[in-house]
């Protein structure tokens, strides 16, 4: 299983970025997905959650300015970024708790590469 993140970039403090994670391989089933990111000297924290169902959580920091979705059938998770601020700037990072084979109730965590997010005062 491989997740493969995409959309980071440089933007200016008050703008948008989208960023898309797609998780390929032996994949039977995906419950949470999810965005998390990391600033140099800080520690990783989860920014963004979304269940199957559609349920989610978002961290207190970038409520309703970002919003997370997710596409079941393309097994992709997005990441819409508004009123971006410089305390956004991170490495973010998707994860997802995937069930690789219908034998097993054990969902294993995947992480995609990091993809730099960037916001310029």
């Known amino acids: 299983v491989q997740l493969q993140a995409s959309g980071g970039g440089l933007v200016q403090a008050g703008g948008s970025l989208r960023l898309s994670c797609v998780a390929s391989?032996?994949?039977?089933?995906?419950?949470?997905m999810g965005w998390y990111r990391q600033a140099p000297g800080k520690q990783r924290e989860l920014v963004a959650a979304?269940?199957?169902?559609?349920?989610?959580n978002y961290a207190d920091s970038v409520k309703g300015r970002f919003t997370i979705s997710r596409d079941n059938v393309k097994n992709t998770v997005y990441l819409q970024m508004s009123s971006l601020k410089p305390e956004d700037t991170a490495d973010y990072y998707c994860?997802?708790?995937?069930?690789?084979?219908?034998?097993?109730?054990?969902?294993?965590?995947?992480w995609g590469q990091g993809t730099l997010v960037t916001v310029s005062s």
């Open positions: 391989g032996s994949i039977f089933s995906i419950d949470v």
């Open positions: 994860n997802a708790k995937i069930r690789t084979s219908m034998l097993t109730t054990r969902a294993n965590d995947y």
């Open positions: 979304i269940r199957s169902g559609g349920s989610t």
